[in-house]
């Protein structure tokens, strides 16, 4: 067929492609690319086919197709992208929990992670489009292998190709030929049995299984990628552009061992005759231990699972992602303060309206009168309102200044799990909900400062600053908490200003800024400004009060005399719980000015 003959076959094949799923099944057309050229624009290289599970799109490269003689296969092949979307992996967010599970059952080469994964899942979709859908997987197979003839074949491809002869019931040989190798004939019955036992919905329980089974002959083809192996290998960038939920968190399926599938009772038929024979099962089957993991994990394994998934992120939007993600759960209202009436609105004309401000504020007839092609946060204007007293009251949210400690003693947010940044990230997203705006600043010492600009509502923004990281010295940087108070031209609303640090916090009130001003009388007029009380949250020892260390010192002295609210956590961890009673414990209603109970 010439290449405009290939094209109409292959779209006139589509609805049949999605018959074999079911009469009902709905996809966006695919992208046929007529040249390879064209398929790489759409991220397609390496494969003749690609999904992509964020727009459901499916990828075809015609060139390729037509090189490998398998340009009669466009139901086959198209209906087996189909499956990757409606059946495994279906969603970006399986298909990243699929390649956590796969990540630890192939220890040192968690890197090929997507390429088992992708094994798995063809053996899952190929069994089922052959058997059930009639559809002819085993020609597709036979002709790719056709024409990989004179290739160099790894052993985990051979075992692979002998997976596909035994599920289909084929003549020996008829993909692969494997002698007398034994080891290989055990394994790939192994892997037949559990793609038929794993199939349908419980395919997810079978994928680390698969990757215990996988992993000798992984090491066997000397971490390589098998060519024929890259040329199926249609979900490598499957999840770009996605946002995969709930991986912050371990799924139970990863808690304790992976069975290898030769002690899978399913798969064998013969139950552990003891506890005991269970224990020594691992050992003896090559099968992984959870290795002490908690039921959370760390920034980092939470970004490769990312990668491995296809997304294009940086360290910091990775982080960003943990942090608010893990943060979701213990989100509470912010602590809001009780006035003794409402206050009716009253317009009294424009102001700009910056991004991250609420869209429905924009006064659209005013910023189209300015511009005729508004521009957000430079032509877009929003209607500022006085206001009238009423006569029922009313709840005002405090707004927020936050400072985390980023010294040397605090750990990196995004290679561990940082306490400091988590409270953080708990209480801003808190504050923003509630409508409260938040300014944060991260620090270690006076020139090492990140901060948000000004007061924002913009979640990222906020957590931004806080998954920073110095590591240096430790010095509270007074000037810049002087002059945002001093410098806030509209106090929108009382300010609370929360510290959350060590010892270290002790820098505040004992040494001058670089005016020379104490910075003793620098916190007590930022705190008298803002209005809304203080609070620092110290990871010092319970009984701080007790001894006569300078900087407890301090921070009895600032309780008593500044009105400071101190907190003491024994330990980093224990500030996920004070971020979590920070507004019962310090705002209930009827709090004075001074944010004290």
């Known amino acids: 067929m010439s290449p405009a003959e290939i094209h109409s076959h292959w779209r006139a094949a589509w609805p049949q492609a999605l018959a074999a799923w079911s009469r009902y099944t709905r996809l966006r057309s695919p992208l046929l690319c007529s040249a390879r050229v064209a398929a790489a624009r759409e991220g397609l ?33 198209l209906a087996h992208e189909i499956g990757h979307h409606v059946y495994v992996p279906a969603s970006v967010t399986d298909h990243a929990r699929a390649l956590a599970r796969m990540r630890r059952a192939l220890p040192t080469l968690e890197n090929q992670a997507p390429l088992v994964a992708n094994l798995y899942s063809d053996l899952l979709i190929n069994d089922r489009l052959q058997r059930s859908a009639g559809l002819r997987m085993a020609a597709v197979m036979q002709q790719v292998v056709a024409a990989s003839r004179g290739a160099p074949m790894s052993p985990l491809w051979r075992f692979y190709l002998r997976s596909y002869e035994l599920l289909w019931a084929m003549p020996s040989g008829s993909l692969v030929a494997v002698g007398e190798d034994a080891q290989l004939e055990g394994d790939a019955r192994l892997a037949a049995r559990l793609i038929r036992a794993y199939s349908g919905a419980r395919w997810l329980e079978g994928v680390a299984r698969y990757g215990a089974l996988v992993l000798p002959w992984l090491v066997a083809s000397k971490q390589q990628e098998e060519a024929a192996a890259a040329l199926w290998h249609d979900t490598r960038e499957a999840g770009a552009g996605g946002d995969p939920d709930g991986l912050t968190e371990l799924d139970p399926g990863e808690l304790g061992e992976i069975v290898h599938p030769a ?19 691992p050992a003896q089957s090559g099968s992984v231990a959870a290795g002490g993991q908690g039921q959370a994990r760390t920034p980092y ?6 990668r491995l998934s296809g997304l294009k992120l940086s360290a910091q939007d990775i982080a960003i992602r943990y ?38 504020r924009i006064d659209w007839r005013e910023s189209l009168l300015r511009s005729p092609q508004p521009i957000p946060g430079l032509t877009t204007v929003q209607r500022v309102y006085g ?46 909900r509630a409508g409260a705006a938040v300014s944060v600043h991260l620090w270690s010492d006076k020139r090492q400062v990140m901060s948000t600009p000004g007061f924002v509502r913009d979640a990222r923004e906020a957590l931004r600053v806080l998954v920073g990281y110095y590591g240096g010295g430790t010095q509270f940087p007074l000037p810049l908490m002087r002059d945002l108070h001093a410098s806030r031209k509209r106090l929108l609303r009382p300010t609370h200003i929360l510290v959350v640090s060590d010892d270290g916090a002790s820098t505040m009130f004992d040494t001058p800024d670089e005016r020379g001003t104490p910075g003793w009388d620098v916190c007590r007029e930022a705190l008298a400004a803002a209005g809304g009380g203080g609070t620092l949250a110290l990871n010092i020892r319970d009984d701080w009060e007790r001894f006569e260390q300078p900087a407890y010192q301090w921070f009895l002295r600032a309780r008593r005399e500044q ?6 956590v024994a330990s980093l961890a224990d500030l996920l719980n004070f971020a979590r009673e920070f507004s019962r414990h310090h705002y209930q209603r009827g709090a004075t000015s001074r944010g004290e109970p």
Not at 301 to 306: D, K, P, Q, V
Not at 353 to 360: A, C, I, K, R, V
Not at 563 to 568: F, H, I, K, N, P
């Open 263 to 281: 002690f899978d009772e399913e798969l064998s038929g013969v139950a552990r005759e003891s506890a005991d024979a269970a224990d020594a099962a």
């Open 301 to 306: 394994e939470y970004g490769e699972i990312l």
């Open 45 to 77: 290289s390496g494969s003749f086919a690609m999904i992509r599970l964020v727009d459901q799109t499916v990828v075809i490269d015609l060139e390729t197709i037509a090189a490998h003689g398998i340009a009669d296969y466009a139901v086959e092949i």
């Open 387 to 432: 206001s009238v007293q009423g006569v029922a009251r009313s709840r005002q949210p405090l707004d927020l200044d936050l400072y985390v400690d980023s010294s040397g003693s605090m750990p990196d947010p995004r290679m561990v799990l940082s306490w400091p940044a988590l409270a953080g990230a708990v209480i801003c997203l808190s504050a923003l």
């Open 323 to 360: 942090y608010e993600e893990r943060a979701r759960p213990y989100l509470v209202p912010f602590p809001v303060r009780e006035t003794p009436e409402t206050e009716e609105p009253l317009p009294e004309g424009v102001e700009a309206w910056e991004m991250g401000e609420p869209l429905d």
């Open 563 to 568: 009105g400071w609210l101190v907190s003491a």
